[in-house]
């Protein structure tokens, strides 16, 4: 067993926590609230899903009374379509890869005892946990939850008498996301500093781990984006409520005028969009380090290009904030600005393209030991790939004003953005469930589960590029009864029985969540042989992650296969091996 | 018995962005205040400084953003029904004089939340000189800067509201035209984001009264200092650009 050299005991911010309500429920510990914002993920995903689940079981069923729920009408459609994007991208896809993982080992692997703002950590979850109970809430006022899309386009979103659901339903959508912008700015507030200020003794940034960089560049993107978001929400909500007109131009609603006049419905797609495409990579951007992460551990190689990928998360988040006006090339925006959005959206598949090659890089030739993380990590390398091809068509603007409203493009986001962070969160479970909880998950159902979801994937999205190839529009919450679709019917049932089985394989994950927490087999420090610092230190780490101890750091973060180690690993802390071979 | 100098020099701690090669600061160590759990002074105040640096960055964007729609809404045209032509309807206000009013007292406020942050400093730098039984430092005027700060910054809030009465006054409403409703907004979120240092103000008094260390207070002091110098700044920029770029 190699000997990790530790410095001065570290001090700890605060003391550990005595009582139920302190330690599990108003806690400042990290990792706890790390889990808090994994379970709230968890939540809204099952909300998200069955959403989802209705919407496809109406695509094919129209006329189907649903238990409860009755006859789905065209606006409860929409309805549906709108929360079950906005509760995906913020409340999953943001909060779970950052706030849930970021949160719990961002401290461990820069060997801090725990975030810069621990109070301000706290108040980030349950500002965070405020947003979706006011974003669920919605469903449940007068007129119910908005119609609005995800994206709120106005002037649809910008009064309240432009449908059922517009109303406080439509104001409740807008706070919540006001409430998520100020919990994910506390957050990011919180994921810089500590990357910056309290990496361990030899902790350079060069050899920081991948995720560590991943969720660093993630903060910088949020912090940057979110605030755009809120000013954005903070305009609506004016027109909405107090007659202003930013976003609402001269407009009849039956027959008569509303009283705005001279706002633009485009100012709003641009602050929108501003905030809109940087959020796709808050979503992918933890993922991708996660995936390089596992990648390395399991192909027992160092990351291939560690520099590279390292500029290519860098290059990835500067473009991210130069593309957004790729997805406004339906607004009639001059074709000159449309070129240069769309030689921008292409460039980014430059350091896209570097990160996917060096994945490969890693794999090959690696001695791979196919485990459970491994599989959903190359499963996020196919999903990126998968979904990834489909870029470079919609970033031509005269292909995207074709694709743009139909099936290509929810094919396209929900491979690539979609699915494939969520890959990233199952892999990062199976891989880090141990360290979080003590216990092995149940490799069995975890390959189950892999199997299940992986060809459902597929089996769901695949089809709908070839769906709107041939020009199905999206959003319509029944086409059944149009003539020239009439052949599309049968691969829109194929998708939804897919999604029925893909849906049903989430169960065996559930299951074996819940299982392995209480009856998983124990496990050890470091099961997976890892070099990062949060394998060296006991499982789950104390309170104050080392024990009283702050780890020296010798090594980069992807030391396997060292010539001349006594093992295929050499551990970050471990004495230092020479220059990185 | 000794006698010192009040003026005392304390390296003013960096904000760290190490980059490659170079190694982050070692935490720990001794310090006035660093009672268990608590590093040393200088890096609570390097990281403090830091996650106020940070936590501007979003407040900036969201004035670059209000900027962004403001420059954008006032170069529109709206389609008058009754005539089915494109018109503009910008319709500049004449700012209420009070804003200079308001301006002034913001400015002397900055000068005087400064004082208070050096005035604190100073305290906090000879603290372990002062708390020597046997050492004395001598008697010095103490001016209640930060209550002065205070009294100044609940000033510029009220003048604030007048100028929104006064602009009422004149006709000019949320929505009586699209610039009025920028003045409205901009003047507003300004207002709140410096409710915020008024609170942080509120905080580094009960800081205070709570017998909190010298060092402590002056890293509460020292943040606030740091907002409302950024609060004033953006204060003149909000008022050049409604006033020249109307």
């Known amino acids: ?581 | 018995m000794a006698s010192f100098s009040t003026t005392a020099t304390v390296e003013d701690p960096r904000i760290s962005l190490g980059d490659g090669g170079i190694l982050p600061p070692i935490r720990g160590g001794g310090g006035d205040d660093s009672g268990p759990g608590l590093p040393d002074y200088a890096t609570r105040l390097r990281r403090a400084r830091l996650g106020l640096l940070v936590a501007l960055t979003p407040v900036l964007m969201l004035f670059v953003s209000f900027t962004s729609a403001y420059i954008v809404r006032q170069g529109l045209p709206t389609l008058d029904p009754r005539t089915n032509t494109l018109v503009h309807d910008w319709i500049p206000v004449t700012l209420p004089k009070l804003l200079l009013i308001n301006t002034g007292v913001l400015i002397l406020s900055s000068v005087f939340i400064e004082l208070a942050r050096r005035q604190i400093k100073d305290q906090a730098a000879l603290r372990p000189i002062t708390a020597h039984p046997r050492v004395s430092v001598g008697e010095q005027m103490r001016i209640p800067w930060l209550s002065m700060t205070l009294v100044l910054g609940l000033t510029f809030l009220l003048g604030q509201w007048t100028a929104w009465r006064q602009l009422a006054a004149n006709g000019f409403y949320v929505a009586t035209t699209p610039s009025s409703s920028f003045v409205y907004l901009l003047t507003g979120a300004h207002a709140i984001h410096l409710m915020g240092g008024v609170l942080a103000l509120f905080v580094a008094g009960i800081a205070s009264l709570l017998r909190r260390s010298a060092a402590t207070r002056s890293i509460v002091v020292d943040l606030t200092a740091w907002y409302w110098h950024f609060m004033a700044a953006l204060w003149i920029y909000i008022l050049c650009l409604l006033e020249f770029a109307s």
């Open chain 1, 1 to 581: 067993m190699a000997t990790h050299e530790f410095a001065a005991q570290e001090s700890h911010a605060h003391a550990a926590p005595q009582g139920f309500v302190r330690k599990w429920v108003f806690s400042l510990d990290h990792k706890v609230i790390g889990l808090q914002y994994y379970f709230l993920a968890l939540a809204a995903v099952l909300v998200g899903m069955f959403l989802s689940l209705l919407m496809r079981i109406h695509l094919i069923w129209p006329t189907l009374a649903l238990p409860l729920l009755g006859d789905i009408k065209p606006e409860t459609y929409l309805t549906l379509v709108t929360m079950h994007g906005t509760i995906m991208v913020f409340f999953v896809l943001t909060t779970a890869p950052q706030g849930g993982f970021g949160n719990y080992f961002l401290p461990i692997q820069i060997g801090a005892p725990d975030m810069a703002f621990p109070v301000l950590n706290m108040l980030s979850f349950w500002t965070t946990l405020l947003g979706f109970i006011v974003m669920i809430a919605a469903f449940f006022v007068a007129g119910g939850a908005p119609l609005h899309g995800w994206t709120g386009y106005a002037p649809l979103s910008a009064m309240q008498s432009t449908g059922p659901g517009e109303g406080l339903g439509a104001d409740l959508w807008i706070i919540s996301i006001a409430i998520f912008c100020i919990g994910a700015l506390m957050g990011a507030l919180n994921f810089i500093t500590t990357t910056l200020d309290m990496r361990a003794k030899g902790m350079t940034m060069m050899r920081l781990p991948l995720t560590v960089w991943a969720w660093f560049v993630t903060a910088i993107l949020g912090l940057l984006a979110f605030g755009v978001l809120l000013s954005a929400g903070i305009l609506l909500l004016m027109d909405r409520n107090l007659g202003t007109s930013f976003f609402v131009p001269l407009v009849t609603i039956n027959g008569q005028l509303t009283g705005h006049k001279g706002g633009s419905p485009l100012l709003w797609q641009h602050l929108f969009w501003f905030f809109g495409h940087p959020e796709v990579y808050i979503a992918i951007l933890p993922a991708m380090g996660m995936c390089s992460q596992l990648l390395s551990v399991f192909s027992r190689k160092p990351i291939f290009g560690y520099k590279a990928m390292v500029y290519a998360i860098l290059g990835i988040g500067f473009l991210g904030f130069m593309v957004w006006g790729h997805h406004m090339f339906m607004s009639g925006m001059s074709p000159y600005t449309a070129f240069a959005f769309s030689i921008m959206t292409m460039g980014i598949g430059v350091p896209s393209a570097i990160k996917t090659f060096n994945w490969l890089g890693t794999l090959m030739r690696g001695r791979i030991r196919f485990t459970s993380p491994m599989l959903f990590a190359i499963g996020f390398v196919s999903l990126f790939v998968s979904g990834g091809i489909s870029g470079p068509f919609l970033a031509q603007p005269v292909l995207d004003i074709q694709l743009h409203d139909t099936y290509f493009v929810p094919a396209h986001f929900h491979l690539i953005m979609g699915v494939a962070s969520i890959f990233g969160i199952f892999a990062a479970t199976y891989y880090w469930f141990p360290k979080m909880f003590g216990r092995m998950m149940s490799e069995s159902m975890a390959r189950w589960h892999f199997w299940f979801s992986f060809i459902g994937t597929y089996a769901i999205f695949m089809p709908m590029h070839y769906l709107g190839m041939a020009g199905m529009p999206r959003r319509y919450s029944q086409l059944t009864e149009v003539t020239y679709l009439h052949g599309l019917i049968p691969l829109q049932k194929f998708i939804t029985y897919a999604a029925f089985v893909t849906i049903a394989g989430q169960l065996i994950f559930l299951v074996n969540l819940f299982w392995s927490m209480f009856k998983g087999k124990q496990a050890s420090d470091n099961p997976w042989e890892a070099t990062t610092l949060e394998w060296t230190t006991a499982t789950p780490p104390p309170h104050d992650n080392f024990g009283g101890h702050t780890p020296v750091v010798h090594n980069g973060p992807y030391e396997y296969n060292v010539p001349g180690a006594p093992r295929d690993y050499v551990m970050q802390s471990d004495p230092e091996i020479g220059p990185a071979h």
